[in-house]
């Protein structure tokens, strides 16, 4: 059985990697429930895998160099997928936590598959990388060096770390790009989660800029599937765009979840931030080719998912 090393195991996007994974490998599941959000949601996220004989829970953060070394040399891993970040792109008050665990962080476990030999390693990018650009798809190709944001520029900085890695050191490293990914267990900060709450409580929803702002939603089971398909990619070193291939216009989308919900929104205009991109777009057709990727969920479909859970399932 394979052992696999998932950093953030007990976030949004690693919750649903390892539900998908569990029965099959072996699960390391590393996070240090920081208070970005509270706790108590990450500590619900993996309640289901506590007992479960495939699954280990270590509760450490990566930027203890010390600690991640102890954890891979006891494990063994044969494959490190680092999800672990400080997220958000609207915090420009505190770079050196963005500095401290999505730089500090990845080169810890960088150092660490070096040292013990862990061959394969996929992290976790994102779109924001980017930067603001519009009326076009973006592709791996384009140049990332006008990121808009403290989060954009230290993830640009982890993807190019990791290529230094994997050129010097012979790491096989991944890293993708996710399109502003959503689905069940989403974190409470996040746009579709914020709106749903909303509409629900019959408050009204804040909007940024005037609506015709416009994203690449990518369904959570589309990004898992991704990652898995990376596990066994061989490669030296590689960027892939992971998104839906659709883009959907801010008020639309809010137009979508009230659908859903049969409610009807209120909506409030707020100036667009600095920090926030125009749009984003994914193009996908390198992950379609190399990986055979092929995201399936519509955002209608993905959303009413969404809703579902929120309504039905969600306890916080």
Known sequence: MQTFLITGGAGFIGTNLINTLINDVRIICVDNFNNYYAPEIKENNIKKFINNKNFELYREDICNAEAIEKI?????????????????????????????????GTVNLLETAKKYNIKKFITASSSSVYGNLNGEKFNEEMKTNRPVSIYAATKTAQENLCYVYSYLFGLNIICLRFFTVY???????????????????????????????????????????????????????????????????LKDLVAVISKKMNKKAEINYLPLPKTDVFYTASDISKAKKLLGYKPETEIEQGIEYFVKWFENERNY
């Open 72 to 104: 891979v040399k006891t494990t063994k891993p044969d494959c490190i997928i680092n999800l672990a970040a400080r997220a958000g792109v609207r915090d420009i008050s505190s770079p050196y936590l963005y500095i401290e665990t999505n730089i500090t």
């Open 183 to 249: 689905g069940p267990c989403q974190r409470p900060d996040m746009a579709i989660h914020k709106f749903t709450k909303c509409i629900s409580e019959g408050n009204p929803v804040e909007l940024y800029g005037n609506g015709e702002t416009a994203r690449d939603y990518t369904y959570v089971d589309d990004i898992v599937q991704g990652i898995i398909k990376c596990i066994d990619y061989e490669t030296n070193f590689e960027v892939f765009n992971l998104g839906s291939d659709k883009v959907v216009k």
